[in-house]
């Protein structure tokens, strides 16, 4: 099992409407959990961290299982400049190196 | 402000040739690591350090090499490159600590093997 799993994807959907991604982790030891944004042809940059009670950014809502090992990010009202990768990160079990996991595409259209 | 400055940004390279992609970061950070990134395969981490002297591999090591002699300094070496080692490469830096998980990348390396 990869150590970061992530839906797939593409999400296509229409300005104003709520997605979500889940991905799954195989260290059940992780401590620290990340959402990272990527848009094309340019290096990722992290939009926020994941707690372990949840938490909140304006639109974007990012929450933590421990017992099903995953995570998950909504996304509700999207924009139009939502349109990017969201890649799932996890520190490595030495807790030296940040994994990736494959990244959903989002598209949103008007 | 420069962060993370990576060299060469395009490089083409036959079968065989040897190369050295350069990685420097002025942020004092103690880790440092080098991903590629393939269509549909996110990040896949190479190789990483947690200090100058101390590098360790990642997930897709094989093929490169690396060396921390300084903390600002961490270079990527194919020693003879393949086609599958067409990909853009992107080093990272981040602050010790297993909650600081904020990396600062440089622009990319975008390579092409002949």
């Known amino acids: 099992r990869k150590e970061v799993e992530q839906d797939p994807g593409p999400f296509n959907v229409p300005e104003g409407a709520t997605v979500a991604f889940n991905c799954t982790y195989s260290?059940?030891?992780?401590?620290?959990f990340f959402w990272y944004r990527q848009d094309c042809r340019k290096e990722p940059k992290l939009l926020m961290s994941?707690?372990?009670s949840g938490n909140e950014d304006g639109r974007f809502t990012a929450q933590l299982n421990r017992a099903s090992q995953y995570i998950s990010l909504l996304i509700r009202d999207s924009k139009l400049s939502d349109s990017a990768t969201y890649l799932c990160?996890?520190?490595?079990?030495?807790?030296?190196?940040?994994?990736f996991g494959k990244g959903t595409t989002l598209s949103v259209s008007s | 402000n420069a962060g993370v400055t990576q060299t060469p940004k395009f490089q083409v390279l036959k079968t065989g040739q040897s190369m050295t992609l350069q990685c420097a970061q002025d942020?004092?950070?103690?880790?440092m690591s080098w991903y590629r990134q393939d269509p549909g395969m996110g990040l896949r981490l190479i190789h990483y350090?947690?200090?100058?002297?101390?590098?360790d591999q990642g997930e897709v090591p094989n093929g490169y090499n690396v060396s921390r002699s300084t903390t600002e300094d961490f270079p990527l070496r194919l020693l003879s490159a393949a086609p599958s080692q067409t990909s853009v490469y992107f080093c990272?830096?981040?602050?010790?600590?297993?909650?600081?998980?904020?990396?600062?990348f440089g622009e990319g390396s975008r390579l092409t093997v002949l």
């Open positions: 260290n059940s030891a992780s401590q620290s």
């Open positions: 350090s947690v200090g100058a002297g101390i590098t």
């Open positions: 994941v707690y372990s």
């Open positions: 990272a830096s981040n602050r010790q600590g297993r909650n600081t998980g904020e990396l600062f």
């Open positions: 990160v996890v520190f490595n079990q030495a807790g030296t190196a940040l994994i």
């Open positions: 942020m004092n950070h103690e880790y």
